[in-house]
């Protein structure tokens, strides 16, 4: 670490009268001699030598010459390390430390002094009592302090990593710093913080700007008069948590950068640009290709509320070419396809419930049921006070028909995604014990049940799950469907890590065909997003097992890697690691499933290795690993436009253009790769990679999990699973509106974001930066900041939406 005087000219070596002002309170009054004496005689002959050592040092600081205030902060450092020792030492031998407490006091405050907050923090964390720090720290260093306490968590060992942001959360509150400290309460899962916060904060566009925070981490929260007092305040805050502004803000982006012009698929395919084989296959009508182009479409335009397939105006003779696309697909393909109008018209609810309603009188149950998924998918990420989603869905949950059912039940899923709604519990939860219904109808009931209450640990449903489970017949443990349940159940317990172990339990009296997958299922939600090595471990351990036939177990421990190994850097780059030495020594099950796991630790963010990789699996002998990757390559490149990754989904088109199966899976991922035409995103990451959204990590997991199976599932007649995705996605916007929430254009620079945790001084935070007006694109890694110093930011964190007032102090130049 650089030495810490150089930091700025007030540090370490102002002169003699800062040097002399600093000593003063460092050293103790040393009138009553005799009482240090007496005090002396208590001490030990190793304290004793400490002490002297410490009044040495604190003579040291006193004199004005800098060289010798450098050795006094590195024996400083020194002294901190035996410090430690002798603490864990005394703690062994329960002996008082009341003397040692009183030399880290002194200590602390003279790193914090001097700019050495991390040796700070590491001694009060080596003494186990950081709450010192709140003392200590002042608005000088509370930035650094706090940050060297947010990264350091993610290392730390629970429960410590938890009390560590405790204090940074009191950090926060106490410098009045809200965004960040509303951050740390979303990250902790603590609502009574967040309800502190807006009880504490009074200024109204502040607590605006907390919404939008609350908004894009997709979770329901209520707010009561005691946290804002008058009505209308209290109804446009609610406005801005309902997410209702998103579609408003997408469509802004997309005009700016001037992508309204809806594409079709062949826009998207580029088939002229092969030559010879597989070129022309475009032209061959046939249901499977009419369903992949369906799914392209939906993907593609997103929220745009027009394509050329399903909303085109009626200009053709027919009066309208939406039903002539419909009946292109067969069966259970007009259930996709009607729910692809939904995804069009994505977070705009009016409109969108506005044209679905047509399908609504189709005598065709398939519609029906893709009109009802449409539904919940115009609704997903989006609240509504009157709850359409729940009145239109809400009928069609007890149909006879099948397919209806699973629309309905699939739509309440996304549409009350993380809302913990008790009306859907109590319609839902009777399905789950009714022994007549289909295997179907019962696993997607169970995975709308774990969305709707995702991570809230909620026992009803967790025992209905556990219920249906046990219910199940030999012969059904070993379809594929049934595997959702489990993963219904682990969603309920979604980052909840210790919550899980009753469950755990229980799960061990399952039939053997399930428990182990379950097993894995559970784990692998329960620390997902945690970076708990200690379960990375245990997965690695599991997938080294060799396979009775028939056990699936390995594919959730693959994927559970990937899930827990996702909450950091540098936890992500040794995953990554080790599912390279997977698919060299795993068995065909295990290879299966690496793609997936790849796929996920890099969504939405391409990394060059990752893509080499899945490249290579993508010509796999064994067509299951080929159709994982091929998927994979569409979730690591989802929404950034990639024109290698496009590039190569183009040639993997012409390699498989006799393979209907990986030809829909080719399509499949090149609909990903231009999702949104390029302006969204689905990582469940947000914030600068600091915050989880659980929704989002939800629908990731749930599709993922669909794909193990892939002939059964996307290949079968479930590939709807394949909307799941809509729950990840979010604009990769930086959106900047005035105290009136209309945008507001400004200069900002954008730039690969830098660590600057622990370094002396004012380090830049962005490099290679470009400087774009808002609105802009933000892609993975990438972090803004504003090129004017006529606004103030109200979130220090620019993603999003973040409201800007003016800065009274600012003069213009001219």
Same mark, same amino acid.
């Given at each position: 670490?650089?030495?810490?005087?150089?930091?700025?000219?007030?540090?370490?070596?102002?002169?003699?009268?800062?040097?002399?002002?600093?000593?003063?309170?460092?050293?103790?009054?040393?009138?009553?001699?005799?009482?240090?004496?007496?005090?002396?005689?208590?001490?030990?002959?190793?304290?004793?030598?400490?002490?002297?050592?410490?009044?040495?040092?604190?003579?040291?600081?006193?004199?004005?010459?800098?060289?010798?205030?450098?050795?006094?902060?590195?024996?400083?450092?020194?002294?901190?390390?035996?410090?430690?020792?002798?603490?864990?030492?005394?703690?062994?031998?329960?002996?008082?430390?009341?003397?040692?407490?009183?030399?880290?006091?002194?200590?602390?405050?003279?790193?914090?002094?001097?700019?050495?907050?991390?040796?700070?923090?590491?001694?009060?964390?080596?003494?186990?009592?950081?709450?010192?720090?709140?003392?200590?720290?002042?608005?000088?260093?509370?930035?650094?302090?706090?940050?060297?306490?947010?990264?350091?968590?993610?290392?730390?060992?629970?429960?410590?990593?938890?009390?560590?942001?405790?204090?940074?959360?009191?950090?926060?509150?106490?410098?009045?710093?809200?965004?960040?400290?509303?951050?740390?309460?979303?990250?902790?899962?603590?609502?009574?913080?967040?309800?502190?916060?807006?009880?504490?904060?009074?200024?109204?566009?502040?607590?605006?700007?907390?919404?939008?925070?609350?908004?894009?981490?997709?979770?329901?929260?209520?707010?009561?008069?005691?946290?804002? %007092?008058?009505?209308?305040?209290?109804? %446009?805050?609610?406005?801005?948590?309902?997410?209702?502004? #998103?579609?408003?803000?997408?469509?802004?982006?997309?005009?700016?950068?001037?992508?309204?012009?809806?594409?079709?698929?062949?826009?998207?395919?580029?088939?002229?640009?092969?030559?010879?084989?597989?070129?022309?296959?475009?032209?061959?009508?046939?249901?499977?290709?009419?369903?992949?182009?369906?799914?392209?479409?939906?993907?593609?335009?997103?929220?745009?509320?027009?394509?050329?397939?399903?909303?085109?105006?009626?200009?053709?003779?027919?009066?309208?070419?939406?039903?002539? &696309?419909?009946?292109?697909?067969?069966?259970?393909?007009?259930?996709?396809?009607?729910?692809?109008?939904?995804?069009?018209?994505? &977070?705009?609810?009016?409109?969108?419930?506005?044209?679905?309603?047509?399908?609504?009188?189709?005598?065709?149950?398939?519609?029906?049921?893709?009109?009802?998924?449409?539904?919940?998918?115009?609704?997903?990420?989006?609240?509504?006070?009157?709850?359409?989603?729940?009145?239109?869905?809400?009928?069609?949950?007890?149909?006879?028909?099948?397919?209806?059912?699973?629309?309905?039940?699939?739509?309440?899923?996304?549409?009350?995604?993380?809302?913990?709604?008790?009306?859907?519990?109590?319609?839902?939860?009777?399905?789950?014990?009714?022994?007549?219904?289909?295997?179907?109808?019962?696993?997607?009931?169970?995975?709308?049940?774990?969305?709707?209450?995702?991570?809230?640990?909620?026992?009803?449903?967790?025992?209905?799950?556990?219920?249906?489970?046990?219910?199940?017949?030999?012969?059904?443990?070993?379809?594929?469907?049934?595997?959702? #349940?489990?993963?219904g159940l682990g969603l309920l317990y979604l980052g909840k890590?210790?919550?899980?172990?009753?469950?755990?339990?229980?799960?061990?009296?399952?039939?053997?065909?399930?428990?182990?997958?379950?097993?894995?299922?559970?784990?692998?939600?329960?620390?997902?997003?945690?970076?708990?090595?200690?379960?990375?471990?245990?997965?690695?351990?599991?997938?080294?097992?060799?396979?009775?036939?028939?056990?699936?177990?390995?594919?959730?421990?693959?994927?559970?890697?990937?899930?827990?190994?996702?909450?950091?850097?540098?936890?992500?780059?040794?995953?990554?690691?080790? #599912?390279?030495?997977?698919?060299?020594?795993?068995?065909?099950?295990?290879?299966?499933?690496?793609?997936?796991?790849?796929?996920?630790?890099?969504?939405?963010?391409?990394?060059?290795?990752?893509?080499?990789?899945?490249?290579?699996?993508?010509?796999?002998?064994?067509?299951?690993?080929?159709?994982?990757?091929?998927?994979?390559?569409?979730?690591?490149?989802?929404?950034?436009?990639?024109?290698?990754?496009?590039?190569?989904?183009?040639?993997?088109?012409?390699?498989?253009?006799?393979?209907?199966?990986?030809?829909?899976?080719?399509?499949?991922?090149?609909?990903?790769?231009?999702?949104?035409?390029?302006?969204?995103?689905?990582?469940?990451?947000?914030?600068?990679?600091?915050?989880?959204?659980?929704?989002?990590?939800?629908?990731?997991?749930?599709?993922?999990?669909?794909?193990?199976?892939?002939?059964?599932?996307?290949?079968?007649?479930?590939?709807?699973?394949?909307?799941?995705?809509?729950?990840?996605?979010?604009?990769?916007?930086?959106?900047?509106?005035?105290?009136?929430?209309?945008?507001?254009?400004?200069?900002?620079?954008?730039?690969?974001?830098?660590?600057?945790?622990?370094?002396?001084?004012?380090?830049?935070?962005?490099?290679g930066f470009q400087t774009h007006s808002t609105p802009v #694109?933000?892609?993975?890694?990438?972090?803004?900041?504003?090129?004017?110093?006529?606004?103030?930011?109200?979130?220090?964190?620019?993603?999003?939406?973040?409201?800007?007032?003016?800065?009274?102090?600012?003069?213009?130049?001219?």
């Amino acid at each position: 670490m650089a030495p810490a005087e150089s930091n700025n000219g007030t540090g370490g070596i102002a002169g003699d009268g800062v040097a002399k002002d600093q000593a003063s309170v460092k050293v103790p009054s040393k009138d009553p001699k005799k009482k240090d004496e007496k005090k002396d005689e208590d001490l030990s002959e190793e304290d004793l030598a400490l002490k002297q050592q410490l009044e040495l040092y604190v003579e040291r600081v006193q004199d004005s010459d800098p060289g010798l205030q450098k050795v006094a902060l590195e024996s400083m450092r020194n002294l901190a390390g035996e410090i430690a020792q002798e603490y864990g030492k005394r703690q062994v031998e329960e002996t008082s430390i009341d003397d040692l407490m009183d030399l880290v006091v002194q200590i602390v405050a003279f790193h914090m002094k001097h700019n050495a907050e991390p040796e700070a923090v590491d001694l009060l964390m080596e003494v186990e009592d950081l709450d010192l720090l709140v003392e200590h720290v002042d608005s000088t260093n509370y930035k650094r302090t706090c940050l060297y306490l947010t990264s350091s968590a993610k290392y730390l060992p629970g429960p410590d990593d938890m009390l560590v942001l405790d204090i940074a959360h009191t950090i926060y509150m106490k410098f009045e710093e809200y965004p960040r400290a509303l951050q740390i309460a979303l990250y902790l899962d603590n609502m009574q913080y967040v309800k502190q916060l807006f009880t504490t904060c009074n200024d109204l566009k502040k607590k605006q700007q907390f919404c939008f925070i609350l908004a894009r981490h997709g979770i329901t929260f209520e707010l009561d008069e005691e946290m804002c %007092a008058d009505d209308e305040e209290r109804e %446009a805050l609610l406005e801005i948590i309902s997410n209702s502004k #998103l579609n408003e803000g997408y469509l802004a982006l997309a005009r700016d950068i001037e992508v309204m012009e809806p594409k079709s698929p062949d826009d998207i395919y580029k088939a002229h640009l092969l030559d010879g084989r597989g070129s022309g296959g475009g032209t061959v009508d046939s249901a499977r290709q009419n369903l992949a182009a369906t799914f392209v479409n939906a993907f593609v335009n997103a929220g745009f509320g027009q394509d050329k397939l399903m909303t085109a105006s009626s200009e053709t003779s027919t009066g309208g070419s939406s039903t002539s &696309w419909l009946f292109k697909n067969k069966e259970h393909g007009k259930a996709s396809a009607a729910a692809s109008l939904g995804m069009i018209l994505l &977070w705009d609810v009016d409109s969108g419930l506005a044209q679905l309603d047509k399908y609504f009188h189709s005598t065709d149950t398939h519609v029906i049921a893709g009109a009802l998924l449409g539904v919940g998918i115009v609704n997903c990420n989006v609240q509504n006070d009157c709850d359409p989603a729940l009145a239109l869905l809400a009928d069609y949950i007890d149909k006879e028909d099948p397919s209806t059912r699973i629309g309905a039940i699939m739509g309440l899923g996304l549409a009350y995604a993380g809302s913990q709604n008790e009306q859907i519990r109590s319609k839902l939860t009777p399905i789950l014990g009714d022994s007549k219904d289909s295997l179907d109808v019962i696993a997607f009931t169970a995975i709308a049940l774990g969305l709707v209450y995702v991570g809230s640990c909620n026992e009803e449903v967790a025992q209905a799950i556990i219920f249906a489970l046990m219910d199940r017949s030999e012969s059904e443990f070993g379809e594929p469907l049934t595997r959702l #349940l489990s993963l219904g159940l682990g969603l309920l317990y979604l980052g909840k890590q210790e919550n899980v172990e009753a469950t755990l339990e229980v799960s061990k009296t399952f039939n053997e065909k399930i428990r182990k997958h379950c097993d894995m299922t559970l784990l692998s939600c329960a620390y997902a997003g945690t970076g708990n090595v200690l379960k990375v471990q245990h997965f690695l351990g599991q997938c080294a097992n060799h396979l009775e036939k028939g056990e699936t177990y390995q594919g959730p421990a693959v994927l559970g890697i990937a899930m827990v190994a996702m909450a950091e850097e540098l936890g992500l780059e040794m995953a990554i690691r080790s #599912l390279e030495h997977l698919l060299q020594y795993g068995e065909q099950n295990i290879r299966r499933a690496v793609p997936l796991a790849l796929g996920l630790l890099c969504v939405s963010n391409p990394k060059v290795n990752v893509m080499d990789t899945l490249s290579r699996l993508s010509h796999d002998t064994d067509t299951e690993v080929a159709m994982a990757a091929i998927i994979a390559l569409g979730l690591i490149g989802a929404g950034t436009n990639n024109a290698r990754i496009a590039g190569m989904l183009r040639n993997l088109s012409s390699y498989y253009y006799k393979d209907a199966s990986l030809l829909f899976c080719v399509r499949i991922a090149q609909g990903l790769v231009h999702m949104g035409k390029g302006l969204l995103t689905l990582s469940p990451y947000h914030s600068e990679r600091f915050l989880l959204s659980p929704t989002a990590l939800a629908g990731l997991v749930t599709m993922l999990h669909a794909c193990l199976d892939m002939k059964a599932i996307i290949l079968g007649k479930y590939h709807y699973v394949l909307y799941f995705l809509v729950l990840a996605m979010q604009p990769r916007m930086l959106m900047t509106v005035d105290e009136n929430l209309k945008p507001l254009s400004v200069p900002v620079r954008v730039g690969q974001a830098v660590d600057v945790v622990g370094q002396a001084g004012r380090p830049k935070t962005i490099t290679g930066f470009q400087t774009h007006s808002t609105p802009v #694109l933000l892609s993975a890694g990438d972090r803004a900041e504003l090129a004017t110093e006529k606004y103030i930011p109200l979130s220090p964190i620019l993603e999003g939406f973040v409201i800007l007032k003016e800065n009274p102090e600012y003069r213009d130049e001219q």
